[in-house]
C-alpha cells in the first residue's frame, strides 16, 4: 500500500471510529436521548452566554431553518432554553439549561481523556512532534475546507443534524 | 481581613451544602479538608453536577484545566474566591 492510500485510509479511520466511539459513549451513558448531531449542536451553544441562532448555525454550517428544527427538539428534551432578545424581538438567543451544561461538559471530557490517553504514550519530545505534525494537518485540511466555503458546504455535523431531521419527520 | 474570612466561610459552606445534596449524604459526613475524588463518592456526571452548580451560583467559569488542579474541597473553595474576586 502506498504512503498516500495508508495516509488516506488512517484520516478518514480515525475520523469514523472517533465520532462511533463518541455515539456509543452516548448510548451507554447517562445521555442516551442525545444523538451525536445534537451533542455537537449543545458543544457549539456552549455552556456559558447565550448565543445566537444565526452565529450558532454559522458555526455548525447549517442554515437557521435546519438549526431551528434541531433546537425544537433539544429545548423538548430540556437541553436548551430559547429566549426572543429583551431589546430587539427579532434576535432569538439560546443557552444550555442546567442538563444541557452536563451533557456539553461530559462530552468536552470524553474528547479530553481519548486526547490524553493517545498523548500518554509518548515521551515530551515525541507528544510536541506529535502535536506539531497533528496540527499541520489539521491546518492543511482548513484551508482546503475554506476553499470550498459558502452557505452551501455543510460540515459533517450539519449531514447528521439534517440526517436526524429527516428521520423525525419521516 | 474580617470580610474576606467571612465570604470564604460563606462560600464554604454553601459548597459543603450543595456536595451533601449531590451526594445525597448527611452534611454532617462532608468536611472542607476531604479530597473530592479519592474520598468522597463522586463520578464524573456529579462532579460537574457540582460545578456546574458552583459556577451558576458564582456566575464564573471553572474549564477542566482549572478543575485538574483542585483535589480537596477547600481547594475547590479556594478558587471560587479568587474567581468570584476577579468578576
Known amino acids: ?13 480515525i475520523f469514523e471510529n472517533v465520532v462511533l466511539t463518541e455515539e456509543k459513549s452516548l448510548q451507554a451513558g447517562y445521555f442516551k436521548d442525545l444523538s451525536i448531531a445534537e451533542m455537537h449542536t449543545l458543544t457549539a ?11 450558532t448555525a454559522e458555526d455548525l454550517g447549517i442554515t437557521t431553518g435546519t438549526l431551528t428544527v434541531a433546537i425544537d427538539r433539544l429545548v423538548k428534551k430540556g437541553y436548551v432554553h430559547r429566549e426572543r432578545d429583551l431589546h430587539d424581538k427579532r434576535i432569538v438567543r439560546i443557552s444550555l439549561t442546567h442538563n444541557g451544561k452536563l451533557a456539553c461538559r461530559m462530552n468536552s471530557k470524553f474528547h479530553r481523556v481519548l486526547a490524553k490517553h493517545i498523548l500518554a504514550g509518548y515521551d515530551e519530545a515525541d507528544r510536541q512532534h506529535l502535536l506539531d505534525l497533528v496540527n499541520e494537518v489539521d491546518e492543511y485540511v482548513e484551508q482546503q475546507l475554506r476553499r470550498y466555503d459558502s452557505s452551501e458546504n455543510v460540515r459533517a455535523t450539519a449531514r447528521e443534524v439534517a440526517k436526524d431531521t429527516g428521520k423525525e419527520k419521516k | 481581613m474580617g470580610d474576606s474570612d467571612g465570604r470564604r466561610d460563606s462560600i464554604k459552606s454553601d459548597i459543603l451544602s450543595t456536595v451533601a445534596d449531590i451526594l445525597e449524604i448527611s452534611p454532617k459526613d462532608v468536611t472542607s479538608d476531604l479530597a473530592i475524588i479519592d474520598d468522597l463518592p463522586f463520578d464524573s456526571l456529579k462532579l460537574y453536577e457540582l ?10 467559569r471553572l474549564p477542566d484545566e482549572v478543575l485538574d ?7 475547590l473553595v479556594d478558587v471560587v474566591v479568587g474567581f468570584s474576586n476577579k468578576e
Open chain 1, 1 to 13: 500500500m502506498s504512503e498516500e492510500e495508508q495516509m488516506s485510509e488512517a484520516l478518514v479511520r
Open chain 1, 45 to 55: 451553544i456552549g455552556p456559558y452566554e447565550a448565543r445566537t441562532m444565526t452565529n
Open chain 2, 51 to 60: 460545578v456546574i452548580s458552583v459556577e451558576e451560583k458564582y456566575g464564573i
Open chain 2, 69 to 75: 488542579e483542585i483535589r480537596t474541597i477547600d481547594d
